[in-house]
């Protein structure tokens, strides 16, 4: 039915509304990993067993009452071509490993985009809730609703010692994990990125790349989020979080402010030669488009480039995915002629930007 | 630059494998990174995943933390009853069958929960509504107890005599309403 909105719209819903710090923090996410009570996780699971927990939560879906998930879609995995799983996991409403490898794996996604609840992942059930800029209080609160709300109808598999049982060990206890995804090209510039990893992960945090476990930091983009679940309260977790993520945006502010103030004329020429490339090249890589959008957007934050919106490195970040690529294209793309479709995407967008 | 892999293409895929501790520049162009398994988009199948080094991680962990007779010996089969995992299978794997076997692999399984979260093995957060019981209601004793120590300790003895009478409501409330 409406899959086709979820897959044309770029922009999730929720991109627009700019939250705070989004010059710097693009999105903050929360997930709840629950598994249901005398099941099998899915790990071990027969295709049996996850169809009887398919079931259950199909049962569910009429009986939640709550506004954000008025309308929601759910999304059957079978059902989906590879290309349209890509895109949902380019625009991270979904996990590569419910794309790829999840047995009556489905999603209910709510009209917004903001609220996925993915059933037959790793664990049972996921909760995910994304907002914009630096919101993780706000992102929570939705979750726990949202988790109250099945929890009325599910029998979760919970106890007092370990708290929610998943089926990895890294998420028993709360099974939450707060992430954040920040713009860091200032840190980056200027060599401390490398040094910041290590004492980021001493407190506990791990950094990641835009696409997650392994990934790269494409765009000098990051992802920042707890590893530890079992023996912190959720509101402990996230404020920890902020905390750290308010340290760096500090430090990434100061950097950007001393890059400016040294080498101004030269990140100026930066900024502006990019903007050059993505205007006019013909053939462009990801990872090239990647690194010009995020000097692009940093000369919007900087104050050198004037009416080019700051959603722009966003949306053509996930628009110039290879998924997203093909699915604007209506079909499989050779790696060339992506490369040649991503430098006319860019270009047009742009058009468009100067236009308006 | 040339792809590693074919030697005809240009390498558009650069990043660096990390092998015990040896590091490793690969530069391979989009159609041989993808014939490897997909690197960028989904790692997973690249073999060198976390749920490995995961894996690694456990195995090592009875051999340094067996505190009394834990230490497994290489005959005995430990297994949950429910879904039928032994603790060999989870060691390797990284994974639970079910929930049961946090009970069934307990001995084991609480020093690795330390390790992994930084000293904790109890959970302290959300309980749910409904599936907690009374869980709700003896934590709050808890909570209680441990004000009512401070107190003490402190010789503020009329608010602890209000929190001790607070602590007994609760516990009536206990007993009247589990079991």
């Known amino acids: 039915m409406s899959i086709e909105r979820f897959l044309n719209q770029t922009v999730s819903p929720w991109m627009n509304a700019e939250g705070p710090e989004s010059d710097i923090i ?103 809730c994304i907002f914009s800029g630096l919101q993780l209080e706000e992102a929570l609160n939705l979750a726990n609703a949202v988790d109250d709300q099945l929890e009325q109808h599910l029998d979760y598999a919970f106890s007092e010692v370990r708290g929610y049982l998943t089926s990895c060990p890294t998420n028993v206890g709360t099974g939450l994990r707060a992430s954040v995804m920040m713009h860091l090209p200032g840190l980056v510039m200027t060599q401390q990125m490398k040094q910041l990893i290590p004492s980021i992960n001493q407190l506990g945090f791990v950094v990641r790349g835009i696409y997650g476990e392994g990934s790269e930091a494409l765009g000098n983009i990051f992802q920042i989020s707890n590893q530890i679940t079992l023996g912190k309260s959720e509101q402990d977790i996230i404020l920890d979080l902020k905390n750290v993520v308010e340290q760096i945006v500090q430090q990434e502010r100061s950097a950007r402010e001393s890059i400016v103030k040294t080498a101004g004329i030269q990140l100026e020429d930066k900024v502006w030669r990019s903007l050059g490339i993505l205007k006019n090249s013909r053939i462009i890589e990801s990872k090239e488009a990647a690194k010009c959008l995020s000097d692009v957007r940093l000369g919007i934050d900087i104050g050198y480039i004037e009416n080019i919106s700051r959603n722009i490195l966003n949306e053509l970040m996930i628009l110039t995915q290879p998924g997203f690529l093909q699915q604007y294209a209506g079909g499989p793309l050779r790696p060339f002629e992506r490369d040649v479709r991503r430098a006319t995407l860019i270009r047009e967008r742009l058009l468009l930007e100067n236009n308006s | 630059m040339i792809c590693q892999e074919c030697q005809k293409r240009s390498a558009t895929v650069h990043f660096t494998k990390i092998i015990n501790g040896e590091k490793m520049e690969v530069h391979l162009c989009e159609q041989c990174a993808h014939e490897k398994g997909n690197i960028i988009m989904f790692n997973n199948s690249s073999g060198l995943s976390i749920n490995n080094l995961l894996a690694g991680l456990f195995n090592f962990n009875p051999n340094i933390e067996h505190t009394h007779s834990n230490a497994i010996h290489p005959n005995e089969i430990i297994q ?100």
């Open chain 1, 26 to 128: 693009l999105t903050s996410r929360i997930r709840l990993a629950r598994n249901l009570k005398n099941f099998m996780f899915p790990t071990l699971g027969t295709q049996e067993e996850a169809k009887k927990v398919l079931d259950k939560f199909k049962q569910m879906i009429p009986l939640i009452n709550l506004y954000p998930l008025k309308d929601a879609e759910l999304l059957m995995m079978e059902e989906l071509q590879p290309l349209h799983k890509q895109v949902l996991v380019e625009k991270h409403l979904i996990s590569p490993n419910l794309a790829e490898q999840s047995p009556q794996g489905a999603c209910l996604l709510s009209q917004d985009e903001v609220i996925s609840i993915m059933v037959n992942e790793e664990d049972h059930i996921r909760i995910q």
């Open chain 2, 80 to 179: 949950c009853d429910t879904c039928g995992m032994t603790l060999q299978q989870f060691l390797k794997i990284g994974r639970f069958g079910c929930a049961s076997c946090y009970d069934a692999f307990q001995d084991q399984v609480t020093p690795i929960l330390k390790r992994l979260h930084g000293g904790n093995w109890k959970h302290i957060g959300k309980i749910p509504e409904r599936s907690g019981g009374t869980i709700h209601l003896r934590k709050k004793i808890d909570i209680l107890k441990e004000t009512l120590q401070s107190l003490v300790a402190k010789e503020e003895f009329e608010k602890a005599a209000e929190v001790r009478d607070e602590i007994r409501a609760y516990e009536k409330q206990l007993q009247e309403g589990g079991e």
